[in-house]
């Protein structure tokens, strides 16, 4: 498990899916968890903050679709609301002007406001917030 959790942050619920798969008892669980949390093998703020990152500088994914799919992996609402200064803000609007831009183009044939329409309906279901699509024609 030591290995499972060196070669990439992992969050509990990964873990204790992995140790599922080894039909472990209970108390063995438990003992491996300590000494996973113990020594520094696994940490949860950690594993936010490295998937914040990597979720939004690698695959340009917006807010809303980061913090589902935390959610999801069972990471609590209070520590995803106190890693979010992992994205820079200017980043954060560079990167939606950039996305806008690519889908933005690669529409052809379609009227201003359709292909407007389509990216904004695109952008939302990357994880961008409205407001924030919307704030990148004010600028």
Same mark, same amino acid.
């Given at each position: 498990?030591?290995?499972?959790?060196?070669?990439?942050?992992?969050?509990?619920?990964?873990?204790?899916? +992995?140790?599922?798969?080894?039909? =472990? @008892?209970?108390?063995?669980?438990? *003992? #491996?968890?300590?000494?996973l949390m113990r020594e520094n093998y696994l940490n949860e703020e950690?594993?936010?903050?490295?998937?914040?990152?990597?979720?939004?500088?690698?695959?340009?994914?917006?807010?809303?679709?980061?913090?589902?799919?935390?959610?999801? +992996?069972?990471?609590?609402?209070? =520590? @995803?609301?106190?890693?979010?200064? *992992? #994205?820079?803000?200017?980043?954060?609007?560079?990167?939606?002007?950039?996305?806008?831009?690519?889908?933005?183009?690669?529409?052809?044939?379609?009227?201003?406001?359709?292909?407007?329409?389509?990216t904004i309906t695109y952008l939302m279901g990357r994880g961008y917030?409205?407001?924030?699509? =919307?704030?990148?024609?004010?600028?």
């Open positions: 498990m030591a290995a499972y959790c060196s070669y990439q942050d992992r969050c509990h619920q990964e873990v204790e899916q +992995k140790m599922r798969d080894f039909l =472990l @008892i209970p108390e063995a669980k438990d *003992e #491996i968890l300590l000494f950690r594993f936010t903050r490295s998937y914040i990152r990597g979720k939004f500088y690698i695959k340009h994914w917006g807010r809303n679709k980061i913090r589902n799919h935390l959610k999801f +992996k069972g990471v609590p609402k209070k =520590l @995803i609301n106190s890693c979010w200064n *992992e #994205i820079d803000e200017n980043d954060y609007r560079r990167t939606l002007k950039k996305v806008w831009n690519d889908y933005y183009e690669k529409q052809k044939g379609l009227k201003d406001y359709q292909k407007k329409s389509k917030e409205y407001e924030e699509i =919307l704030g990148i024609f004010e600028s």
